[in-house]
């Protein structure tokens, strides 16, 4: 087997909170193999948005990586000095955020923004820049002639098919996705999945897709990492994970979810309570 | 076009608002205690001749009938003689506006200037020791009275330093050609520094923590995280992302700030001998000179408004969620 794209072990992110410390993220280990969508999955607070934003060192100012590894291409992104990190930056690793209303800058036209990106990081020139606009907006199915549009100007799942042309412009090696399909309704969710899919073959990337629906991972994920309490307690092959599940955690999250065949109960198992935080003063 | 179907209604509602104010200046300097006419009749004269006086002025006539003569003269321009020059009150206030003007332009242009750049470098170094001094000192400026402020830098620059005149425009018995000459005029600036200064050193504290906290906000928004996400430079990150977005309510309370100066000016027109509407203002009523007071209520009455549509408009124009709704 060939060396996996991106390579994270013993990932350790804590927040400094108030006087204390809290540990979002205690010893996360997983591999994204080349041209696969790797899902991790977890519920709220679990620390899956958390390695998102790591991965890219852009963190809050509270937050600091205080250990681990993250190996991509041969270099670890932990300690990789900040003027190389930012050179990785959208050339290598590029983001689709949760909300693309927000993650647009509401006073600037889409054109504005991807030239932004193409211009000053991809060093294209205007004509170029331009060229590869159209070309974008082609990719993601959008009419060239909406490019002069503002963002509110645009319907929730366009916005986010702008936020994955914005991602795939400077053609990066991984995209990492976060809840990318979570704020749409589920036709839109399947079109933006289906589209993600298509590109991510078409293209040759890897894909991150960071979510908390056991849905979404089954449907277009080619391998599951699912954390629990800032750990991964399971990763694997999606119909591994999904199937043969041997962590008890990974069991009662695939029986908190309907299943399509079987579930003539009708009555779904939820997991009680809420995860521990890693806190310590 | 949505938008100028919009502006016009604005412009509607504007005339609205200044047919108010008409009618409320027209009633207050009617309710005002006194005779109007005590500053022009000579106690002296006979009754007779006080009738005819007020006959001449209309002031015998009922109060509607006043009403609608007032309001057609206003729309010919005509704003009533002044008692006390004896010249109509619209030569008078349209030589007396230039100076408010660009007083006030000046400073507010200086404070907004100042205000924007400072706060926005504030919100940019939030935390540090700089931070922990500047608000304090923004907030003491806001605080102190602009007339003590403009005395205390006369009594500094003018009468200890004298690096600058104490008040006027210009040198005693100076001349110019024109009054585009006289504001062109190296002596004109050494006049307008202190006024102008005062005036700046108060209004800074408005725009400077409305853009110091409008910045914190918009830093925190996930358009700026992804900005950062983007690789894009710290400089591009703050000013045209973070900035940008700050900037758009501190444009509109520029508008807003010019409406307001004017009525800072009476004050500080008054410490500086400052030739404005202002000190005019205080003057004209002090010496009951009725016509004169209503037409400078009314001259700064109109100039709030405007600055008001542009306000609005400017809103529209800087913003893209607005002009393409």
């Known amino acids: 087997m060939t060396e996996p794209l991106l390579s994270v072990r013993d990932l350790k992110v804590s927040y400094t909170v108030g006087f204390g410390k809290i540990d979002a993220v205690d010893g996360a280990s997983f591999d994204v193999p080349r041209g696969s969508i790797v899902g991790l999955v977890g519920e709220s607070g679990c620390g899956k948005t958390t390695v998102a934003k790591a991965l890219t060192r852009v963190i809050a100012d509270n937050a600091a990586i205080t250990g681990g590894r993250m190996m991509f291409g041969g270099r ?80 929730g799942g366009m916005r986010q098919r702008v936020a994955i042309a914005l991602a795939l412009a400077l053609n990066p090696k991984l995209v990492i996705a976060d809840e990318p399909v979570t704020a749409l309704d589920v036709i839109v969710q399947r079109q933006i999945l289906d589209q993600l899919r298509e590109l991510q073959v078409a293209l040759g990337i890897s894909v991150i897709l960071v979510t908390h629906d056991i849905s979404v991972v089954a449907y277009i994920c080619d391998r599951t990492v699912v954390m629990y309490a800032g750990k991964v ?40 309570g809420a995860p521990p935080v890693g806190r310590h003063d | 076009m949505p938008h100028l179907k919009a502006a016009l209604s604005r412009t509607l509602q504007l005339l609205l608002v200044l047919w108010a104010v008409v009618t409320i200046l027209f009633l207050m300097f009617r309710l005002m205690p006194g005779n109007p006419m005590a500053a022009y009749i000579d106690p002296t004269f006979t009754i007779e001749q006080q009738q005819a006086l007020m006959a001449q002025f209309g002031l015998d006539k009922p109060l509607w009938e006043q009403y609608l003569i007032y309001v057609g003269n206003l729309l010919q321009g005509e704003l009533g003689q002044s008692f006390r020059y004896r010249e109509p009150v619209a030569d008078r206030i349209l030589a007396l506006l230039p100076n408010t003007l660009i007083l006030t332009f000046t400073s507010l242009i200086i404070a907004y200037v100042f205000g924007i750049l400072a706060g926005a470098y504030l919100a940019w170094k939030r935390g540090g020791v700089v931070e922990h001094a500047a608000i304090p000192l923004v907030l003491t400026t806001r605080a102190m009275p602009e007339f003590w402020l403009g005395m205390v830098l006369l009594a500094v620059f003018s009468f200890n330093l004298g690096w600058f005149p104490a008040g006027g425009t210009r040198p005693a018995g100076a001349n110019y050609d024109s009054l585009w000459a006289l504001y062109t005029s190296r002596d004109f600036l050494t006049y307008l520094a202190l006024p102008a200064l005062t005036l700046a050193i108060y209004s800074q504290g408005l725009p400077l923590l409305l853009m110091r906290s409008n910045m914190l906000d918009v830093m925190k928004e996930d358009f700026v995280t992804m900005a950062r996400i983007k690789g894009l430079s710290n400089w591009t990150v703050v000013v045209r992302h973070a900035a940008r977005n700050a900037l758009l309510p501190v444009m509109t309370s520029f508008a807003i700030a010019v409406g307001y100066q004017l009525q800072g000016n009476v004050v500080v027109e008054s410490v500086f001998s400052w030739p404005g509407l202002g000190r005019e203002l205080v003057n004209a009523v002090s010496a009951s000179d009725y016509p004169l007071a209503q037409g400078a209520f009314l001259m700064i009455a109109v100039v709030v408004i405007v600055m008001n549509l542009i306000a609005d408009l400017l809103y529209a124009f800087l913003d893209p969620r607005i002009s393409h709704a």
Do not use: K
Not at chain 1, 98 to 123: I, K
Not at chain 1, 134 to 146: M, P, T
Not at chain 1, 233 to 262: C, I, K, W
């Open chain 1, 233 to 272: 307690v399971e990763s694997g092959t999606m119909q591994a994970t999904l199937t043969e599940p041997s962590h008890p955690y990974t069991m009662g999250l695939r029986n908190a979810f309907p299943d399509l065949q079987g579930a003539a109960s009708g009555v779904l198992t939820p997991i009680e």
């Open chain 1, 76 to 155: 670890d992104l932990v300690t990789l000095p900040e003027r190389e990190m930012n050179a990785l930056r959208w050339r290598d690793i590029a983001f689709v955020p949760q909300s693309a209303m927000n993650s647009l800058d509401p006073v600037y036209t889409v054109e504005y923004q991807l030239n932004e990106v193409l211009r000053r990081r991809g060093g294209l020139g205007r004509r170029d820049a331009r060229r590869r606009c159209e070309e974008l907006f082609e990719l993601v199915g959008i009419d060239r002639g909406r490019l002069s549009d503002y963002p509110h100007q645009f319907s």
